[in-house]
């Protein structure tokens, strides 16, 4: 069986009483719920909140964010070290806003994934094409270039301790979704990209799929046969949809 995953990607939202309500709400409606790995990924001032509420249950939590570099004059960063000691899982590297506000190249991207997996935190490398890609045909080009940058720097075996986020950037956010046939078609070409290589490897690589994804269409996305399960920015703010959203993600067979 494939591992299914669904992360909520929190941005910049939160508060210490809303977050407890969320967390909350969101345990209480998991209770019970083991076929599919479900986590929040909260803005840093928040993560020792998550730990204390979440440690011990079945939610992993983790940073959206994290410099390449280990320590030093970097005012402003936040180190892997420092994830570690709080007991993050995981770490998002490469989201969208990241590239296209912080100006995060490839080649940054693919150090931060390096620096995560050394500190034992699984990164979840988000990849995908903009509007502008998809309209000029290119999507396949792009996700293939951004995923390379990281496999040249990683090598093709780091790609077994981690899990890739397929988010098309004109989807997020926008209440646009990808149609499942859409996101199917990329995750496929994704998979077959390293299938080529490592056959097993391939099979085996979580690939979520992120982009307006609500309660109302996850059930669809996530039956598509390369897709496993999401990476939830707006819907996971709210108790129901973000429950709702993590029981719509089965186990498939490979
Ligand atoms: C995201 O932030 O990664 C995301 C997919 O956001 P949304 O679900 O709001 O489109």
Not at 39 to 53: E, K, N, R, S, T
Not at 169 to 186: L, N, S
Not at 209 to 214: A, D, E
């Given at each position: 069986m494939r591992a299914q995953m669904v992360l909520g990607n929190w941005k910049m939202h939160g508060s210490l009483v809303?977050?407890?309500?969320?967390?909350?709400?969101?345990?209480?409606?998991?209770?019970?719920?083991?076929?599919?790995?479900?986590?929040?990924?909260?803005?840093?001032?928040?993560?020792?909140?998550?730990?204390?509420?979440?440690?011990?249950?079945q939610v992993i939590w983790g940073a959206q964010n994290v410099s390449q570099h280990e320590k030093g004059a970097f005012t402003g960063e936040v180190s892997v070290?420092?994830?570690?000691?709080?007991?993050?899982?995981?770490?998002?590297?490469?989201?969208?806003?990241r590239r296209a506000i912080y100006g995060e190249d490839d080649a940054t991207v693919a150090e931060k994934f390096v620096a995560a997996q050394k500190a034992g935190i699984k990164p979840i490398l988000c990849?995908?094409?903009?509007?502008?890609?998809?309209?000029?045909?290119?999507t396949a080009d792009v996700v293939k270039r951004q995923l390379l940058a990281v496999v040249d720097k990683a090598g093709l075996d780091a790609l077994k301790d981690c899990v890739v986020a397929y988010e098309p950037?004109?989807?997020?956010?926008?209440?646009?979704?990808?149609?499942?046939?859409?996101?199917?078609?990329?995750h496929a070409f994704i998979r077959g990209l390293f299938a080529?290589?490592?056959?097993?490897?391939?099979?085996?690589?979580?690939?979520?799929?992120?982009?307006?994804?609500?309660?109302?269409?996850?059930?669809?996305?996530f039956s598509m046969p390369d897709i496993d399960g999401g990476l939830i920015g707006g819907a996971s703010l709210d108790i129901n949809e973000f429950v709702s959203i993590c029981k719509a993600a089965q186990p498939k067979a490979v």
């Open positions: 809303g977050n407890k309500t969320l967390l909350d709400g969101v345990l209480a409606g998991l209770a019970g719920v083991d076929s599919v790995h479900c986590g929040v990924c909260v803005p840093f001032p928040y993560l020792f909140q998550a730990q204390f509420i979440l440690q011990g249950s070290g420092m994830l570690n000691d709080l007991g993050c899982n995981i770490v998002l590297v490469g989201h969208s806003e990849v995908g094409e903009t509007l502008e890609e998809r309209e000029k045909n290119i950037v004109w989807a997020i956010g926008t209440g646009k979704t990808a149609t499942p046939q859409q996101a199917q078609e990329v080529e290589k490592n056959a097993e490897l391939a099979e085996n690589l979580t690939i979520l799929y992120g982009g307006s994804v609500k309660a109302s269409n996850a059930v669809e996305l």
